[in-house]
């Protein structure tokens, strides 16, 4: 759309539709550039779909070195991952283990009982209500106010501020509030994922953990007082559905 309007304008008045236009991702769902860390982790994703059609035109893997290729193999990749390295490490493994041998036959039964109610009045696929509303929420118990991000905002130096989490997104305004003028993330606020994913059991100056809170049914502290999406990006309580 750029080179497009490029094309269509001179300097100035291209310079000047280019400063006006959202410092937003042009993304199918906003709340991937809500925060640096989740925006970092989706331009993760995004990185990796590159380097799979890279790979699958280098090499003679049988696949065909295309767009649904390469989506369908970061997929798959995606899910391993959620299943080997999230739910195993949430979950009982043994329990992961059965669900997925015997191929999840609840929650199909669950969809197909579903289905059988209200026919074609749904677009999509179901889930079980004690899953959208519960299970799936028990991550807002484990935020912290501050994380072990890098190695600017990380031990043994400052913390990684919840509040600055939001800043550097589109969203949050691309950090505006600390005199930045190039709409760029500045190169300290680059995440080193070994730091941020990996616990480490002890700390020289006797500190506390910057791991996750432990699952529980109340909100985490720092979700009560958020800056809020939108023109204003003012302060108001956690609402969001």
């Not at 497009?4 to 906003?30: H, N, T, V, Y």
């Not at 035109?57 to 995606?78: M, P, Q, R, S, V």
Request: glycine residues 8%; charged residues 20%.
């Amino acid at each position: 759309m750029l080179a497009i309007a490029r094309a269509q304008m001179d300097d100035a008045s291209f310079a000047s539709f280019e400063a006006g236009l959202p410092k937003r991702a042009l993304i199918g769902d906003m709340r991937n550039d809500e925060n640096i860390i989740v925006a970092q982790f989706h331009l993760s994703v995004l990185r990796f779909h590159n380097k799979v059609v890279d790979y699958l035109t280098e090499n003679d893997t049988g696949w065909i070195a295309d767009f649904a290729a390469a989506k369908t193999l970061t997929t798959l990749h995606y899910q391993w991952l959620a299943v080997e390295g999230f739910l195993k490490t949430m979950c009982d493994p043994g329990v992961v283990d059965g669900i997925l041998a015997n191929r999840a036959r609840h929650f199909f039964e669950f969809r197909a009982a579903y289905a059988a109610r209200n026919g074609t009045r749904t677009l999509g696929n179901a889930i079980p209500i004690e899953f959208s509303v519960a299970a799936y929420r028990f991550g807002h118990s484990m935020v912290r106010r501050a994380y072990d991000y890098n190695n600017t905002f990380g031990r043994p130096h400052a913390e990684a501020p919840f509040d600055q989490i939001f800043a550097f997104t589109g969203g949050g305004g691309l950090g505006a509030g600390f005199g930045l003028t190039n709409n760029a993330i500045p190169q300290n606020w680059i995440i080193d994922w070994s730091r941020f994913v990996t616990a480490v059991s002890s700390f020289a100056d006797g500190g506390n953990q910057r791991v996750t809170r432990a699952v529980d049914t109340s909100l985490a502290p720092p979700l009560g007082d958020m800056v809020n999406e939108g023109a204003a990006h003012s302060k108001m309580p956690y609402t969001k559905s």
